[in-house]
């Protein structure tokens, strides 16, 4: 062997000595510990400094990483978790400048994933960013007493995650998704991101969402940022393919971008690459937690901090462009999705309207119908309220998706979290009453609750509210003081733009009640107007008032019939 041969070969030798050293003593690769000694949890040592990213003083990743779980009843390992926790926090720490606080299998305890998020909590301010990832087992229980509780399963936990009620020792074992929400809310860091990719995880997405429009206001505003791989209802799924979770997978390709991203421009192609991925059997959610007005940003270290300087310089951002890398690039797309948002007349007219799965002119009509249920879903991701009240409608009734109770329920408890518009919550939630879809209250109780909710709403003066309370009043024998109530009130949504009301009206003047006696002249000319914008109930209310010839009604004709 030549002398250069010798020398490139021991070179070589050395490269891949100290590359393999580096990735089994930082990684964790390569590691043949015994599942005794693999299961003893090593202390977390607080990072050495902090480090900014401009505009931001100090930003921390928390990556939370489990495959093996050696204390469950039933072994029940995952085979990505801890690659999925240590891509995402080298890609927070080369690409976004992240300092990295890693928390890899055994030293995944509950006792050391609690002590750094507390301790983060105290250490960072208003000037700070924190991401905490976790990959991991999670189950939502029943509460003995009432409701349910969601957690995140550490690695050291003793349970049975078949066991789905909380007698004391899930949330002695676990980490509570209601007290992590909690944390993160009281922390004093200016912007707070949880991931989770984990079963059931999107029970943290319990609370409001909302968010500003304007890219300043959302980087120097509070905010709490909830995002999960699942409903609180589904499984997280693996991918082997790719080596990671379907829903860690997608979170990666969308973060590998070089410019200044809000959320929502992860969220987005994340969602939809997850959905499309497992056939819906993986539905991402995301949320704002508490009542704080910015939006998490992403700023590459890639993006010159001269741009960034320049771009917050000025009183506003002056000309943008979606294709600017910093930060007139995020505002732009937030403008893009402010001018799409959902209006009032949108969800009324969801109340009337026909999936195109069922029309005869289907493929002709199903990629408006696709686009707008995706622009629903933008809209309520990006804290739109009317949009969440549209897909709640979408998944109750299955226009342009099937149905699906669970994500109704959640959009319907999104907008309730809102305190704007003034009566849209109780409304929704009056809704989930009658259909059945909050848990354990049906039947009477359902029905006593939806229409006190109803009331509420209308005397919020909710124009959809007024329509629902006037058609409940209706039920059964009326009384002649509700009678007049629920025309009064027909009247008045219909002037407040719900048209449904138009066929409802022209319904209770056919028939009489109580207080309201029979005027079928007015009734026809309601079912007129209303056949303009194409009602199928008044199309078939005029072909029965034209074939009767009965006293009141027009005279017959059977043509026009």
Not at 92 to 108: D, K, S, T
Not at 448 to 471: H, P, T, W
Request: with cysteine.
């Amino acid at each position: 062997m030549s002398r250069r041969l010798f020398l490139t070969a021991s070179f070589v030798a050395a490269a891949v000595g100290l590359t393999v050293w580096y990735f089994t003593t930082r990684s964790g690769w390569g590691d043949k510990a015994s599942p005794s000694e693999s299961a003893a949890p090593h202390p977390v040592a607080a990072p050495a400094s902090g480090r900014g990213v401009y505009p931001f003083k100090r930003v921390v990743a928390v990556t939370v990483g489990i495959n093996r779980y050696p204390n469950l009843v039933v072994p029940s390992d995952l085979r990505f978790a801890e690659a999925d926790a240590r891509a995402v926090g080298e890609l927070f720490e080369r690409h976004y400048g992240y300092e990295v606080v890693p928390l890899i299998g055994p030293q995944a305890t509950r006792a050391n994933i609690i002590d750094t998020v507390t301790r983060l909590g105290r250490e960072l301010g208003d000037g700070d960013a924190l991401v905490v990832y976790f990959a991991g087992h999670g189950q939502v229980v029943e509460r003995p007493s009432h409701g349910e509780a969601g957690y995140l399963v550490p690695a050291d936990a003793r349970l049975d995650l078949s066991e789905r009620v909380d007698g004391g020792r899930w949330s002695a074992e676990a980490i509570d998704m209601q007290w992590l929400t909690g944390e993160v809310e009281r922390m004093s860091a200016r912007h707070v991101l949880v991931i989770a990719d984990a079963c059931c995880s999107g029970f943290m997405v319990r609370r409001g969402s909302a968010a500003s429009w304007d890219i300043k206001a959302d980087l120097f505003g509070r905010s709490r940022t909830v995002m999960t791989a699942t409903t609180s209802r589904q499984f997280a799924r693996e991918d082997p393919l790719a080596g990671h979770g379907y829903f860690t997978a997608a979170l990666l390709e969308a973060l590998r971008r070089d410019d200044v991203a809000s959320v929502l421009d992860v969220y987005g192609p994340v969602r939809k690459a997850v959905a499309n991925k497992t056939h819906g059997n993986m539905k991402p959610l995301l949320a704002q937690v508490g009542d704080g007005e910015g939006m998490f940003v992403l700023v590459p270290q890639c993006v010159a901090r001269s741009t960034l300087e320049a771009d917050l310089s000025g009183r506003d951002l002056g000309p943008i462009s979606p294709d600017d890398r910093g930060f007139k690039g995020a505002a732009a797309r937030l403008r893009d999705l402010a001018a799409q948002r959902t209006t009032p007349a949108d969800v009324a007219a969801l109340l009337t309207a026909t999936d195109y799965r069922y029309a005869l002119a289907a493929e002709k009509l199903r990629p408006a119908w696709e686009e707008k249920l995706e622009r629903f879903r933008r809209n309520a991701e990006s804290g739109d309220v009317w949009a969440m009240a549209a897909l709640h409608l979408c998944y109750n009734e299955g226009l342009a998706s099937p149905r699906d109770p669970e994500l109704a329920y959640h959009w319907a408890r999104q907008a309730a979290r809102s305190s704007s518009p003034k009566g849209l919550g109780a409304y929704l939630i009056g809704r989930c009453n009658l259909r059945g879809l909050i848990p354990g209250v049906k039947g009477a109780a359902a029905r006593q609750s939806a229409l006190r909710l109803y009331r509420d709403s209308a005397e919020a003066g909710l124009a959809l509210g007024k329509r629902a309370y006037a058609v409940e009043l209706l039920v059964g024998k009326p009384t002649e003081t509700e009678a007049r109530d629920a025309k009064r009130l027909l009247e008045e949504a219909l002037a407040g733009g719900v048209p449904l009301a138009e066929d409802d009206l022209a319904r209770m003047l056919e028939y009489g009640f109580p207080g309201v006696p029979r005027d079928i002249p007015c009734a026809v000319a309601l079912w007129h107007k209303a056949a303009e914008r194409e009602s199928r109930d008044a199309f078939f209310a005029l072909a029965r008032a034209y074939s009767t010839g009965r006293e009141g009604y027009p005279p017959q004709d059977l043509k026009k019939s």
